[in-house]
């Protein structure tokens, strides 16, 4: 764009998250959970965390949810550095996604979407007008779960469940949506809804940025475009999801021979010879 003929620079996707030399020590026992960790996620970024048990994927998610401090180094959200901002306000412009979220399993989806709005676990009506109940709707449909809206929580199917939590995180509007092993348990169909409903997102929300932590290739919707690699606390390699996705990083990564695979979009991973 050009102001009294001089060209002034586009801006650019801004930076939602970023870690600086963050580590995180567990004082009892002096162990190191997160070592020295320098890591960006800019907005309509769609991030996949990588690594073996213990490599430290949910604790990285947490300190980008504002969930815990790091130790040492800085952690900036949304333009805020943790131990210099309400971290309860933080948490209200980032939704989490996680199968160990707690709610009341007699409720509606409706009213779990509802609970997005007040990031309470119990439903506050008072704070509930036909305009955030509208929007719980527009988000349930969104989702293609509409049909669910008066269907108690508990007697829905994991994948159904999954859903209606990423509705839930939704209805704060916010820029970062983190999702901690949101595929856990699901059966084939339920997993593939819940990747068609993360790729719609990616398309219909284009400055949302999300991270993912998962175990499997095979759970990566196609709007993945960056890859975490994490091996003992330690960053092995971030980048570009075609350069982070080799058979070689993959095998350093986990520590046994894998293959991966390239089909239509989706990435399969499966244990190679020795």
Request: charge should be negative.
């Amino acid at each position: 764009m050009a102001v009294n003929g001089t060209e002034t620079p586009q801006a650019g996707p801004r930076v939602v998250a970023a870690l600086d030399a963050a580590s995180v020590r567990r004082y009892t026992t002096d162990q190191v959970i997160l070592d020295d960790i320098t890591w960006s996620v800019r907005s309509g970024e769609h991030w996949a965390l990588l690594g073996a048990n213990g490599a430290g994927k949910t604790s990285v998610l947490r300190l980008i949810g504002a969930l815990m401090h790091p130790t040492t180094g800085t952690v900036e959200v949304l333009g805020h550095r943790l131990g210099r901002v309400d971290i309860r306000e933080l948490r209200a412009h980032i939704g989490l996604v996680s199968s160990a979220q707690k709610v009341p399993l007699d409720a509606t989806a409706h009213t779990v979407v509802l609970t997005g709005h007040t990031g309470t676990v119990q439903p506050l009506w008072r704070q509930y007008d036909a305009g955030v109940r509208e929007r719980a709707d527009e988000i349930l449909a969104e989702l293609e779960i509409k049909d669910l809206a008066d269907r108690p929580f508990g007697v829905c199917s994991g994948g159904q469940r999954a859903r209606i939590l990423v509705a839930r995180a939704l209805m704060a509007d916010p820029s970062l949506l983190l999702l901690d092993e949101p595929f856990n348990a699901l059966d084939l169909p339920s997993r593939e809804d819940l990747i068609d409903a993360m790729h719609r997102l990616a398309l219909t929300r284009p400055e949302l940025a999300t991270i993912t932590v998962t175990h499997h290739l095979e759970e990566l919707s196609p709007a993945i475009g960056h890859v975490l690699l994490l091996r003992d606390g330690r960053v092995l390699a971030s980048g570009p999801v075609d350069e982070m996705l080799t058979g070689s990083n993959m095998t350093q990564c986990f520590g046994r021979p894998i293959e991966v695979s390239l089909h239509e979009g989706r990435w399969l991973a499966r244990s190679g010879s020795r």
